[in-house]
């Protein structure tokens, strides 16, 4: 299994492409597909699932292309299904290649498994930075989305959000993971669940 991050849109979101051999999942397509789709091309992988962390612009801009070429699956949290038409106007306008995409063909449900791609998928419901906002738990990975960044928490006040909420998922679904857990978040550095135990200054 190889994890590979690729840095999209005017918002710096992480797109992961987690790949196993020539297949791959691809995690928030956040903003030009272009760049996913020559991404893809050249390592010769075939993505078989797209999963966005949430409903936010910045997080599934690129999937209505990506659909439309590879026609692949989309998933999200199934309390982020209504959100969708919900979209904060202003981020979406930020995001200069957003697309609106079609409905999820999957809507996710806390602790429910995927296997694919001979990888066997978690999903960790943790609502807050919106209310259908997941984890995705992949070996000894955790991507957390805009819920949990390196020394940092998503913002709680976009449609949907509560920022308690927010706070007591991290706390009960992500700090009870194992320290060693690598935690990559839609924007900015990786991080280990250990680190942001002893150093988040959002959640001391
Ligand atoms: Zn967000």
Redesign the pocket.
């Known amino acids: 299994m190889l994890i590979t991050n690729i840095i999209l849109g005017e918002l710096y979101t992480n797109c992961y492409l987690v790949s196993n051999k020539s297949e791959c999942i691809i995690i928030d397509p956040g903003a030009e597909p272009k760049k996913i789709i020559e991404f893809l091309h050249s390592k010769k992988l075939t993505p078989k699932l797209i999963i966005s ?4 612009a ?2 599934i801009g690129g999937v209505k292309k990506l659909v439309e070429k590879f026609d692949v699956d989309f998933a999200l949290g199934k309390n982020d299904l209504d959100y969708l038409n919900n979209q904060p106007a202003w ?1 979406s306008n930020l995001i200069t290649s957003y697309e609106k995409p079609e409905s999820p063909d999957i809507l996710l449900s806390d602790e429910e498994k995927i296997n694919i791609i001979g990888l066997e998928i978690k999903i960790i419901a943790t609502p807050g ?2 209310p259908g ?1 997941i984890c995705i738990y992949i070996e000894d990975n955790l991507f957390t ?2 819920t949990l960044f390196r020394n940092g928490i ?2 709680g006040d ?1 449609p949907g959000g509560d920022i308690n909420q927010e706070i007591l998922s991290i706390k009960k679904k992500i700090f009870t993971l194992p320290d060693n857990v690598n935690v990559f978040p ?1 924007h900015g550095e990786s991080t280990k669940i250990k680190n942001e135990k002893n150093n988040n200054i959002y959640l001391a």
Do not use: A, E, I, P
């Open positions: 962390t949430h409903y936010h910045d997080h981020v930075h919106s906002s989305g805009d998503g913002r976009l839609g």
